[in-house]
């Protein structure tokens, strides 16, 4: 028979495995479950039953009391004994206080915020809305002075979150495309496409306040870059109407101007010109820059004279 040659690493490593496995048997035989994960925050051991793949979970109190106890490694006794002894003894100080329910878990979600809450006398553990706990009476009473602060604070933040669901407007309309002055878009639900001005969707309250921010955002500044190329449109072509005679002395009554197709020559007051801007359009720049300039004088010579007569009645 042909010798085998085993390295020492080899010989380590099987030697290692073997330990392992008598290891494993023996705490077959000797202890039947195994402590798999401590929770403090609920009190609670999670334990596994060897040779399975069998998961428990149990309050350590509650453990520590039962036969189940006898079942583990004397170092899992004693991590459950411990933690049983320190439940145990805050419930007694519980009691003393005078407080009956405990909080142990708060559950977020995007509606309600719940609560799993323990009767200390009973050992029961309940399911509860923020709201039902705030809306009841004997709270206070019963929790302590933190649990009843963070129960009042989630039934008020969930109160908000609704409030603010209920009266903010419901986004129908999902923006597809913004081209030429035209503006694509689509109903949220059932996807339905169509096709309108953009200034119309944006002089329409009833229709722009369905989109989201963002939508709403790049509609308002389309609507703005619409308007801006349609008065430059309108400016930059030829004049319809000119100004006679200007002069100084006039500047507080009315101006003549005159048609340049028809020759019908009209009078208005330079503040009805000034704040006419269709009108105002249809002069030539010179016109238009006269009109503004002594718009603004004749403004600040009335604030002016205003304030003269102020001062005189003082």
């Not at 559950?107 to 399911?127: Q, R, T």
């Not at 500047?251 to 105002?280: A, P, R």
Request: aromatic share 10%.
């Amino acid at each position: 028979m042909r010798n085998i040659d085993i390295s020492g690493s080899t010989k380590l490593f099987f030697s290692r495995m073997l330990e392992l496995y008598r290891k494993e048997s023996y705490e077959r035989e000797v202890n039947q479950y195994r402590v798999i994960e401590i929770i403090p925050d609920a009190a609670e051991i999670q334990f596994q039953v060897i040779g399975t793949g069998v998961l428990l979970k149990v309050s350590a109190d509650k453990l520590m009391r039962s036969d189940l106890l006898l079942g583990f490694s004397k170092k899992d006794i004693a991590v459950i004994t411990h933690m049983g002894t320190k439940v145990e003894n805050k419930d007694e100080s519980y009691k003393k206080r005078g407080i009956l329910s405990r909080i142990i878990r708060q559950i977020f979600s995007d509606k309600k915020s719940k609560f799993i809450v323990e009767d200390i006398e009973k050992k029961e553990l309940i399911e509860k809305t923020a709201y039902d706990l705030y809306t009841d009476k004997t709270t206070p009473d019963k929790f302590s002075s933190a649990d009843t602060l963070m129960i009042g604070y989630s039934a008020a933040e969930d109160h908000y979150r609704r409030v603010f669901e209920e009266t903010s407007p419901k986004i129908e309309f999902i923006l597809l495309e913004i081209n030429d002055e035209k503006i694509t878009f689509c109903h949220q639900s059932t996807g339905i496409a169509q096709t309108k001005s953009v200034e119309i969707i944006f002089n329409s309250p009833e229709i722009i306040n369905k989109f989201n921010a963002n939508d709403r955002s790049l509609i308002s500044y389309s609507a703005a870059e619409s308007r801006y190329k349609r008065i430059l449109k309108d400016t930059s072509q030829k004049p319809k109407f000119k100004l006679l005679n200007v002069e100084p002395t006039t500047m507080d009554t009315e101006w003549c101007y005159e048609c340049i197709e028809t020759g019908v020559i009209q009078k208005k007051h330079i503040s009805f010109l000034f704040y006419n801007t269709e009108l105002l359009s249809q002069f030539n720049s010179q016109d238009r820059n006269l009109i503004a300039f002594t718009a603004g004088e004749l403004s600040k010579q009335r604030q002016y004279e205003l304030k003269s007569k102020e001062r005189t009645n003082v």
